[in-house]
């Protein structure tokens, strides 16, 4: 008989961290999923309309007369309101990741690649950026150009990208020096070649994880334009903007305005759970695995 | 030493000077016509056109661009168009406020965030470090407005102790100092954490113990010491996230900082004023990060100036 059984084995701090791992994932999941499928939904549920006013039962508490959430200071339904909201949110969100994911994987993959000059010009790019109070460049782009959906997703997609170029240009730094990368060049592939085809799809699965973490800022983000008044634009309802309009009344109706912030950082601690628990432990791994194959398919012949 | 000085001098300009070329070109790419804004919508073309004529914008592209390089070195960022005078004085009369409201939120993030993330790093893999590492994603999770209105609500409204607005009195500093503050102690805890449960892995702590040192001594005579570097650096870096923060929960209390000037300049579409809070948040970070950069000799004697500090 062994000396290690069972309890002691799962005593041991591996078995715990992973242990931890696998919590996050879940409770990230769950969190994310409560938030996600009825805002997806939205349409199908038999909710009010978002913008439909009823005088008589403005400021209902929740629960009242079908009103799951209650209604504002015009009587308008509360959770159909963050739902879609919640729809304008995940829109911008995932427009912002796909912009900044490809911004900053190509900018990233290209400086740890090729180095040097390219190298100097996009890490200084990334530092000055980082170390800049972006908000206010932000919100004087959405006072010139206008607050349309697309002009914020861009504004936030260009506030995100030094994220994932750090993280690729780092991973293509180890990367390049793999015996496949040399082994290309004898073959005479062409760099460039090289680098799309054979190393981008070998870092691409850890930017898909840190694309999570990515949208739960996206959505943070977007928050906080919409209520400094720099969001989409009536008629659409955001969660800052329904934040900003129901301060007004946080002594009457503290439901206005707690209960889109508790959406808020229920789908953000969701994701960033999410994201997380896959950058460490084994289900991690086995994310980035299946992450690689998927990305790496349409390259096969 | 000194060419280190001078590199990152140079640097901190090329990045002001990146920023305010930015600004520039915005500003002139943008739908509308900047005398239009001016003037208002009932100018007539003869007046449209002297007020292109007085702020230069009837000059070729770059010739505006070298007077606007000009006017920032004298400290002319153009004239606010809702206050009616220099709008680098506006932002300047605000800016001690936001420097105030910042410093109070750094000292509340350093003063909790390194001793929870000792404790996290000695706790590593139990229970109660799990749920301090939840909570921080937590902390790090709420958007910093919202816990601005929760903490107003709960502690003017329903526990009447702070103030909910303004700055009339120290304690009005306590709730926005302190909204700003979750989020930083949220990120700075995790990275403590990690930095402090790397140093104690090291070869020198175990030498330490061997030679009898132990408990609080150990971890913060020894451990806690030699991972400064990297969580100064943290700070410094986070300062520029952290001044967005402020801009937000200005607006929530009512601070008459830079923050809820820049709102209403968004509001009035007022591009000098906001213009001029872009170029002076800028610089302040960016100054911000270079004294923090100096600092590096004094936290660790290893480090020279000029060589690459290994992160």
């Known amino acids: ?301 | 030493m000194f060419r280190y000085l001078a590199l990152r001098i140079a640097q901190a300009i090329l990045t002001i000077f990146v920023t305010v070329t930015i600004v520039f070109l915005l500003i002139r790419l943008a739908p509308g016509d900047p005398a239009y804004a001016y003037a208002g919508p009932l100018a007539t073309a003869e007046q449209l056109d002297a007020v292109r004529r007085q702020f230069g914008l009837d000059q070729p592209l770059i010739v505006q661009y070298f007077h606007f390089l000009g006017g920032i070195f004298q400290g002319d960022t153009g004239t606010s168009y809702s206050f009616r005078q220099p709008a680098l004085s506006v932002v300047m009369d605000r800016l001690p406020y936001t420097i105030t409201l910042a410093i109070a939120a750094i000292v509340i993030a350093i003063i909790i965030s390194i001793p929870l993330g000792v404790w996290m790093a000695r706790r590593q893999n139990t229970g109660r470090e799990a749920t301090a590492s939840i909570l921080t994603i937590a902390g790090q999770s709420m958007p910093d407005f919202w816990i601005g209105i929760m903490l107003v609500t709960l502690f003017s409204v329903l526990l009447p102790w702070f103030p909910s607005s303004g700055f009339e009195t120290w304690g009005g500093l306590v709730l926005p100092a302190l909204t700003v503050a979750i989020l930083q102690v949220a990120v700075l805890s995790r990275i403590v954490r990690r930095e402090v449960a790397q140093t104690l892995q090291a070869p020198f702590i175990t030498v330490a113990r061997s030679r009898g040192v132990a408990g609080a001594g150990l971890v913060w005579g020894y451990g806690v010491r030699n991972s400064l570097v990297p969580v100064v650096t943290a700070l410094g870096t986070r300062f520029a996230g952290l001044l967005n923060g402020v801009v937000v929960v200005e607006v929530v209390f009512g601070w008459p900082g830079i923050g809820s000037l820049v709102v209403r300049a968004l509001e009035t579409r007022d591009y000098p004023l906001i213009q001029s809070t872009v170029v002076v948040t800028a610089i302040l970070a960016v100054l911000v990060q270079l004294v923090v950069d100096l600092v590096y000799p004094l936290l660790d004697p290893r480090v020279r100036l000029g060589r690459k500090v290994v992160s």
């Open chain 1, 1 to 301: 008989m062994s000396a290690v059984t069972d309890s002691v084995f799962k005593k041991s701090a591996v078995v715990r961290a992973a242990r931890a791992t696998r919590v996050k994932i879940i409770v990230g999941a769950v969190l994310t999923l409560i938030v996600v499928v009825p805002i997806v939904l939205a349409r199908v549920l038999p909710v009010p309309d978002p913008n439909a006013q009823d005088v008589f039962l403005r400021l209902a508490a929740p629960g009242t007369e079908g009103h799951l959430f209650g209604t504002d200071q015009l009587g308008r339904d509360l959770f159909s309101r963050i739902l879609y909201g919640g729809q304008v949110s995940l829109l911008i969100g995932v427009m912002a990741v796909l912009v900044s994911g490809v911004l900053g994987v190509v900018l990233g993959s290209l400086a740890g690649y090729y180095g040097g000059k390219v190298d100097a010009v996009i890490s200084r790019l990334i530092e000055a950026q980082l170390s800049l109070p972006l908000l206010m460049m932000l919100l004087l782009v959405v006072a010139l150009f206008g607050s349309s959906i697309p002009v914020i997703a861009f504004v936030i997609a260009i506030a995100n990208w030094p994220e994932p170029a750090r993280l690729t240009r780092a991973m293509v730094l180890v990367e390049r020096e793999k015996p496949y990368v040399a082994a290309a060049v004898v073959l005479g592939v062409k760099r460039f070649a090289i680098l799309l085809k054979h190393v981008i799809p070998n870092v691409i699965s850890q930017a898909v994880v840190l694309a999570l973490l990515l949208l739960a800022q996206a959505v943070l983000l977007e928050s906080a334009l919409s209520f400094l008044g720099a969001g989409p634009q009536r008629p659409f309802a955001t969660w800052g903007r329904i934040i900003s309009d129901g301060q007004d009344f946080i002594g009457s109706a503290w439901w206005i305005v707690t209960i889109p912030g508790l959406v808020i950082a229920f789908l953000v601690i969701g994701v960033n759970l999410i994201g997380d628990g896959l950058q460490q432990g084994s289900v991690g791994a086995a994310f980035r695995r299946l992450a690689r194959s998927v990305t790496a398919m349409p390259g096969r012949k």
